[in-house]
């Protein structure tokens, strides 16, 4: 069963900088399992944040921007805002499948 | 403006069948490039993909969850459905259904969502 991986927790101070990383058991992360990110705050359902690597929906910040790193997908945060406190979840395609990472808690601190 | 809005019984017995409906308003399950998607959230744990309907019929599962998973449409009422086998208290979570735009070069997932539905397996 393939497996996504998310750091399980970051912290960040307000107006830095914080890289979330998003690793699959196959192998490397490439532009060809579309990696797509996700922000879900408390009692909310999941926002869609970038899709296919590094495409921003209209209503996504500037801030945000998703990438390729080091084999891994990478979503990150420039100038953090209070309100971006949140849990952030990746989403990796496996031909016709669809699989999630555990998830990144991020604190704003 | 689409919307989407789960439906179902909040509570199932363990061993029988989960049913959820995905009513869509706004735009036509039948048409253009869409998938239409389930995921479900246990409660304090992380999101799982359950499977998807395409405008076509088409279907995809998770494969953990392949064997007691349907995924269907109904048209006529722009509705997608979800059924679940066999339940147990692991399958209590909470139900979202979204959709996912495939009308650009790339697929576009869970550009719409619905609120979620809490589904609890208990006797």
């Known amino acids: 069963q393939t497996v996504v991986t998310q750091e399980p927790s970051l912290t960040v101070s307000p107006g830095g900088t914080v890289t979330l990383t998003c690793a699959s058991s196959?192998?490397?992360?490439?532009?060809?399992?579309?990696p797509n990110w996700f922000q879900q705050k408390p009692g909310q359902a999941p926002r869609a944040l970038i899709y296919?690597?590094?495409n921003k929906y209209s209503w996504t910040p500037a801030r945000f921007s998703g990438s390729l790193l080091g084999g891994k997908a990478a979503l990150t945060l420039s100038g953090v805002q209070p309100e971006d406190e949140a849990e952030y979840y990746c989403?990796?395609?496996?031909?016709?499948?669809?699989?999630f990472g555990g998830g990144t808690k991020l604190t704003v601190l | 403006q689409v919307q989407l809005q789960e439906s179902g019984p909040g509570l199932v017995k363990p061993s029988q069948t989960l049913s959820l409906t995905c009513t869509v308003s706004?735009?036509?399950?039948?048409?253009?490039?869409?998938?239409w998607n389930w995921i479900r959230q246990p409660a304090g744990k992380g999101l799982e993909w359950i499977g998807r309907?395409?405008?076509?019929?088409?279907?995809n599962y998770n494969p953990s969850l392949k064997s007691r998973v349907t995924i269907s449409a109904d048209t006529s009422k722009n509705q997608f459905s979800l059924k679940l086998t066999s339940v147990t208290a692991a399958d209590t979570a909470v139900y979202y259904c979204?959709?996912?735009?495939?009308?650009?070069?790339?697929?576009?997932?869970?550009?719409?969502w619905g609120q979620g539905t809490l589904v609890t397996v208990s006797s």
């Open positions: 296919s690597t590094t």
């Open positions: 706004g735009g036509s399950i039948s048409s253009g490039s869409y998938y």
């Open positions: 979204a959709r996912e735009d495939c009308t650009g070069s790339t697929c576009s997932p869970g550009d719409y």
């Open positions: 309907i395409y405008t076509s019929g088409s279907t």
């Open positions: 196959t192998g490397a992360v490439t532009s060809g399992y579309y």
């Open positions: 989403l990796v395609y496996y031909g016709g499948a669809q699989v």
